[in-house]
């Protein structure tokens, strides 16, 4: 099962949305993105995941070409792995991340691993995205990972 904040949480609860990280969205050029982008490693551990989307207009129905989308996640264990070479911040964020550009219908997909929840925390386990309209700011999100009840 999977969670999405929404606007209507921002205006509940505005700490959820500090864009801790939002900097992270401007290393790299916008130009050579795709809307879709496998993130771990070959050979890293953990289960697939595929998370898919699409971006929208304020509208709520007009696709939003051309949206830049940064994604970062704890790896299997609920670590943001790093190789120890980081800089930026790839120190923080670890090397589970990657950015995307929505395509002509406003989609998104990134290719994954199910991220583990932090050790010793009741936080579920999540993605981290963070939505950047070009020539527009910045509107952090987040994405939890639920295990369905048995």
């Not at 949480?9 to 795709?34: K, M, N, V, Y």
């Not at 304020?58 to 670590?79: K, L, M, Q, S």
Request: charged share 20%; proline share 10%; glycine share 10%.
């Amino acid at each position: 099962m999977l969670f999405l904040s929404s606007t209507s949480l921002a205006q509940s609860r505005p700490d959820l949305f500090r864009c801790e990280g939002c900097e992270a969205i401007l290393e790299l050029s916008f130009a050579d993105l795709t809307w879709t982008v496998r993130i771990p490693p070959a050979g890293e551990p953990g289960d697939p995941l595929t998370l898919t989307g699409t971006v929208y207009r304020p509208d709520g129905r007009t696709p939003a070409a051309g949206v830049i989308v940064y994604a970062y996640h704890t790896n299997a264990e609920g670590v943001y792995p790093t190789r120890g070479d980081e800089r930026n911040w790839a120190r923080r964020h670890g090397y589970l991340r990657g950015w995307i550009k929505t395509n002509d219908q406003g989609q998104y997909r990134f290719e994954t691993i199910r991220p583990g929840p932090y050790p010793g925390r009741s936080d579920p386990a999540h993605i981290h995205l963070i939505v950047k309209e070009p020539d527009r700011g910045r509107l952090p999100s987040s994405i939890a990972i639920a295990t369905p009840a048995s």
